[in-house]
C-alpha cells in the first residue's frame, strides 16, 4: 500500500505506523491513530458532496450500504442542510 521511494518494496505496516507517530510528534499534535485518517476522509469526503458509492469505492468497501452505515454521523450536517432548503422552498411555494 505505501512504496518505499527509494526502494520500490513496500513498507512494513509498523514502519508506516511509527512514520505517522513521528509526523504527529514533529507537528506537536496528540496521538490520531492512523486508521483515524481513513475515517477523516470518508468523512470530509461525504460532508463536501462526493457521493457515497465513490466513497465506497475509494475505501475498498463491497457494499456502499457498508460505508453508509460505517459513516452516517457524516451526513448529519447534510441533512440539516437538507431540511434548511426544503424549508426555504416550502416557505416560497406557501
Known amino acids: 500500500m ?3 521511494p527509494i526502494t ?3 513498507y512494513y505496516p ?3 505506523v ?3 507517530k513521528k ?3 514533529d507537528a506537536g499534535l496528540g496521538h490520531i491513530r492512523f486508521h483515524d485518517l481513513r475515517h477523516t476522509f470518508a468523512t470530509l469526503a461525504l460532508q463536501n458532496g462526493v457521493d ?3 466513497v465506497s469505492s475509494m475505501l475498498g468497501h463491497y ?3 457498508f460505508t453508509l452505515r460505517t459513516y452516517t454521523h457524516a451526513t448529519r450536517q447534510k441533512q440539516d442542510e437538507a431540511a434548511e432548503t426544503i424549508g ?3 416557505e416560497q411555494v406557501m
Do not use: R, W, Y
Open 2 to 4: 505505501f512504496p518505499s
Open 8 to 10: 520500490g518494496e513496500m
Open 14 to 16: 509498523d514502519s508506516v
Open 18 to 20: 511509527n512514520l505517522h
Open 23 to 25: 509526523i504527529l510528534k
Open 52 to 54: 457515497i458509492k465513490t
Open 63 to 65: 457494499d456502499a450500504g
Open 88 to 90: 426555504n422552498f416550502m
